[in-house]
């Protein structure tokens, strides 16, 4: 009998292990992983004890533990589906005739997403935007998030008035999408289970969802109307700390409400500065051709550290973005002043000095390893000057950091088999490795992919919760192509399958 979704087998048969510092004696053969109420209770050689109950067979697979996504901005990654691909868009021109063509939604507006217009060769303007677009509101979301680009009719919608370019920067950017994203739950929660099947079709069992919102409300709506596909840990911006201290809510403590232990209380999110597509990431050296724009720091050092203090006391942990030099510095010196724990998001340009500081701090380096390929280019060109280390993921795990991979969706497509081979082979598309130096072993990859991240070598243990991925091939001896594509044949999540080919 072959086991379907929802079910929870009793064995997975036949299956190889793999994974970071393992202590088992099994090497490459196969075993048998017996689970009962959601955990690993032995790991056996194939056939060794008795296979009762349902039966998964792996005939001679791998598994590895679940996978988790560390950084996910769920609804809008979900309401990508609907919105207009921009990220093939080669200029302004090229942008705003794709927009100009493209269906409106049912609510009258256009909305196309994934624009990269930092090395475009002509500058977005309102007219050539106007022209393409005519009355139809009509917004352009930038691929990092942090610029949006508005025709007439979108900044009159929105209550701006026009100034012959019609990009929004970070806040006003921000509140755009936060504005977007506000669609009806009947629209939002199917696109999200339909995005969470997807990741759970890639291993993941886990996601940490950023979301701009109050989102224990939605969480506990989605878990009663029988979402059941993922683990979900939900951040808490500054504008509803006070809501979460008032509401007693710690991070770690189940989702109230929820009847579920699938969603739990997250960090404090705090943006600190821009990025690095929209020159607005904070930097010890100016922007080439812009000897006065270093970015900007968006929450000056007081009010940052008041949130963490205030957060930290209240048995909440922090999640601070910070993308250049100075942003990370300005954020490291915060969870030294307040003593709180949690992670810097992103950590794309750090100083040498401040390499080791993660480690010597607790703090976790959040980071998406698909991102620096994506900027690879914008990397060698707006940040030639800078002396700060980009992507320093060999660095961070030679210092000892905590290394938590995610995808920053839909700054990234959700796919941590992305991730890992970015991390191990800096390349993609047949390239030439960029930054070689900094590319990551194979195990330490794999355990940053997990839930406990890299400080948590990524192997099974009888006790283990059954959050595990079958896969096709072994992830510690794959080569760039094979990791990329990586098949899964089956997710358990406490031992229950949400996906099975």
């Given at each position: 009998m072959t086991a379907v979704r929802g079910e929870s087998p009793d064995v997975i048969a036949d299956v190889r292990l793999t994974g970071a510092e393992r202590t088992d004696p099994f090497g490459n053969e196969p075993v048998d992983v017996h689970i009962a109420d959601g955990l690993v209770v032995d790991i056996a050689p194939a056939r060794a004890l008795p296979r009762r109950g349902l039966v998964l067979e792996a005939h001679g697979r791998w598994l590895v533990p679940g996978l988790w996504d560390h950084h996910v901005h769920v609804v809008q990654w979900a309401l990508v589906a609907q919105r207009v691909p921009l990220g093939s868009t080669t200029s302004a021109a090229h942008a705003a005739a794709v927009m100009g063509a493209a269906q409106p939604l049912p609510d009258g507006r256009r909305v196309g997403t994934g624009f990269r217009d930092a090395?475009?060769?002509?500058?977005?303007?309102?007219?050539?935007?106007?022209?393409?677009?005519?009355?139809?509101?009509?917004?352009?979301?930038?691929a990092d998030v942090h610029s949006v680009w508005l025709n007439s009719a979108a900044l009159r919608r929105e209550g701006f008035e026009p100034d012959g370019v019609g990009i929004l920067r970070e806040e006003p950017a921000f509140e755009i999408s936060r504005r977007l994203n506000a669609v009806p739950a009947d629209v939002a929660d199917p696109l999200v289970a339909r995005m969470a099947d997807d990741a759970a079709s890639r291993g993941v069992v886990g996601i940490v969802d950023l979301d701009m919102a109050w989102n224990e409300e939605a969480w506990v709506?989605?878990?009663?109307?029988?979402?059941?596909?993922?683990?979900?840990?939900?951040?808490?911006?500054?504008?509803?700390?006070?809501?979460?201290?008032?509401?007693?809510?710690?991070?770690?403590?189940?989702?109230?409400?929820?009847?579920?232990?699938?969603?739990?209380?997250?960090?404090?999110?705090?943006?600190?500065?821009?990025?690095?597509g929209t020159r607005t990431a904070a930097c010890s050296h100016a922007y080439p051709g812009d000897p006065h724009n270093h970015g900007v720091i968006t929450v000056d050092t007081a009010t940052l550290v008041d949130l963490m203090t205030r957060a930290?006391?209240?048995?909440?942990?922090?999640?601070?973005?910070?993308?250049?030099?100075?942003?990370?510095?300005?954020?490291?010196?915060?969870?030294?002043?307040?003593?709180?724990?949690?992670?810097?998001?992103?950590?794309?340009?750090?100083?040498?000095?401040?390499?080791?500081?993660?480690?010597?701090?607790?703090?976790?380096?959040?980071?998406?390893?698909?991102?620096?390929?994506?900027?690879?280019?914008?990397?060698?060109?707006?940040?030639?000057?800078?002396?700060?280390?980009?992507?320093?993921?060999?660095?961070?795990?030679?210092?000892?950091?905590?290394?938590?991979?995610?995808?920053?969706?839909?700054?990234?497509?959700?796919?941590?088999?992305?991730?890992?081979?970015?991390?191990?082979?800096?390349?993609?598309?047949?390239?030439?490795?960029?930054?070689?130096?900094?590319?990551?072993?194979?195990?330490?990859?794999?355990?940053?992919?997990?839930?406990?991240?890299?400080?948590?070598?990524?192997?099974?243990?009888?006790?283990?919760?059954?959050?595990?991925?079958v896969v096709e091939h072994d992830p510690l001896r794959a080569d760039e192509a094979s990791m990329r594509t990586m098949p899964v044949y089956a997710t358990l999540l406490a031992g229950r399958l949400t996906h099975i080919v």
């Open positions: 090395l475009w060769p002509d500058t977005p303007s309102l007219a050539v935007l106007d022209a393409a677009t005519g009355e139809t509101p009509t917004y352009l979301i930038n709506r989605r878990v009663a109307a029988g979402f059941d596909a993922l683990r979900v840990s939900f951040g808490i911006y500054p504008e509803f700390l006070d809501r979460a201290m008032a509401e007693g809510l710690q991070t770690g403590d189940i989702a109230r409400g929820g009847g579920s232990d699938l969603v739990r209380v997250g960090a404090l999110k705090v943006i600190t500065d821009g990025s690095l930290t006391g209240a048995g909440i942990a922090s999640a601070i973005h910070a993308i250049g030099d100075v942003a990370n510095s300005h954020a490291l010196d915060a969870f030294t002043a307040t003593g709180a724990w949690g992670t810097i998001e992103h950590a794309q340009l750090v100083a040498h000095a401040d390499i080791p500081r993660f480690a010597r701090l607790g703090v976790g380096a959040s980071v998406q390893p698909e991102h620096a390929l994506d900027d690879r280019d914008l990397t060698d060109t707006i940040w030639a000057d800078q002396t700060a280390q980009p992507y320093p993921l060999q660095a961070l795990a030679d210092s000892g950091a905590t290394l938590l991979f995610g995808s920053d969706a839909p700054v990234s497509p959700l796919d941590p088999w992305a991730a890992m081979a970015s991390a191990v082979f800096r390349t993609r598309d047949g390239r030439e490795p960029w930054q070689p130096h900094q590319r990551l072993t194979p195990a330490t990859a794999l355990s940053a992919s997990t839930r406990g991240g890299s400080a948590t070598p990524a192997r099974l243990e009888p006790g283990d919760v059954a959050d595990l991925a």
